[in-house]
């Protein structure tokens, strides 16, 4: 089988009918920034080997992240939060993933109701099977989530948390105006729903509007993951909880499962890069390849109907009318793209629309994406 790589050599040869494998675009990674990426961290990793003793900083369980990790952590959200939390506030894991877990697990509970938008990140179905709770889907439009759809869903079915990702959402690129996030918590907090909000998706773009935890922190768990902006492996991810004392209840050993504790290496490299400003530099480095990147999907595309921004990993894009959805996937798979059918993020039932969702950041190259790209405006326009 071939590797990325050896894909990426034959692409640039052009060498003439090589039979290259479809680009990946399913998933929406952050493009790769080696340039940066590399730089940033390798000098953040030598700075921590010569500043710590390995022992000391790997040797030793780390339940809470240390309190300078954690401190870190109250500083990076301030790319969203206007003021610092409280470090008690905030949890460092290894993953929203996990994280999701152990909120879902501890605040919705076995046949509980966890409200979620009606099409959303798909891990979604597979925590709510696992952990024997209850997914109800609330409508959307182009901005995201529709009040009135999820007071009706309050009212019908109770739910004790609703999961969310108001800016840039997964899968349909929807940012939710000031005043439905308003409406929304006014809603949540009216019947006694507690908001866990993924912004993931948020450090890309500049100017949007605040979170919701900004305008409810008393009732919202604020996860903000690295893996979208920094690097899918990295992964730490931080939560801040409406009160200090959440953390303990919810979390610490002795009284919660232990699964979600982040690798001291890792959260030693994420504090580093936080107060360093390498971070910032390696989050810029993807803001402007996925412009580039953004650009590209808009010139080769163009005619078709589609909907995502500059800085967002992917695209939801409708598909012809004349066409069904599995054959255009398949089709696109057969030109050279392997996509999404709506189909994959509808996990609360309803109806899928005539759309797939494809991510450009998966790609290694510009030229890998230009063959992905092409190959969609292949099955597209033909
Ligand atoms: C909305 C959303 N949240 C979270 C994740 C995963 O985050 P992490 O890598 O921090 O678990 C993804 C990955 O696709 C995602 O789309």
Not at 147 to 167: G, I
Not at 284 to 294: G, L, P
Request: glycine share 8%.
């Amino acid at each position: 089988m071939k590797t990325a790589l050896q894909t990426t050599q034959i692409d640039s040869k052009k060498e003439p009918g090589a039979l290259l494998a479809p680009v990946p675009m399913t998933g929406n990674l952050p493009p790769r920034v080696a340039d940066t990426f590399d730089h940033e961290y390798r000098g953040a990793m030598q700075s921590l080997l010569e500043t710590r003793q390995p022992m000391d900083w790997i040797g030793l369980h780390q339940f809470l992240g240390s309190r300078e990790d954690r401190e870190a952590g109250a500083k990076f959200v301030t790319r969203r939060l206007s003021m610092s939390p409280d470090p008690d506030r905030v949890v460092l894991s290894h993953s929203t993933q996990a994280i999701l877990t152990v909120l879902c697990g501890a605040l919705v509970g076995m046949n509980g109701v966890l409200a979620v938008e009606e099409l959303t990140y798909p891990a979604m179905a597979k925590f709510a099977k696992q952990m024997g709770f209850n997914l109800v889907g609330v409508k959307l439009d182009e901005h995201g989530m529709l009040p009135d759809a999820f007071e009706k869903v309050c009212k019908e079915h109770k739910p004790r948390a609703l999961y969310t990702l108001p800016t840039l959402q997964n899968p349909t690129t929807g940012i939710l105006g000031l005043e439905r996030r308003k409406n929304i918590v006014a809603i949540a907090r009216k019947h006694g729903v507690v908001i866990f909000e993924d912004d993931i998706y948020s450090l890309l773009p500049e100017d949007m509007p605040p979170p919701l935890a900004e305008l409810a922190p008393d009732i919202t768990y604020y996860i903000l993951g690295t893996s979208k902006s920094i690097g899918a492996g990295l992964k730490a991810a931080y939560l801040v909880t409406p009160r200090e004392t959440d953390p303990a209840r919810l979390f610490w050993p002795g009284s919660g499962m232990t699964y979600w504790m982040i690798a001291p290496a890792n959260a030693g490299v994420a504090t580093e890069l936080i107060h360093n400003g390498g971070a910032d530099r390696i989050i810029s480095a993807v803001r402007d390849e996925t412009r580039a990147r953004q650009k590209m999907v808009r010139e080769t595309l163009e005619g078709a109907c589609f909907r995502t921004s500059p800085e967002c990993l992917h695209v939801w894009m409708e598909v012809p009318a004349n066409r069904g959805l599995s054959d255009f996937v398949e089709d696109c798979k057969r030109r050279g793209a392997e996509v999404g059918p709506a189909t994959t993020f509808l996990i609360a039932g309803g109806e899928a629309p005539h759309r797939i969702r494809f991510g450009t950041g998966k790609a290694r190259d510009r030229t890998m994406l230009q063959r992905g790209l092409d190959a969609i405006a292949g099955a597209c326009f033909s």
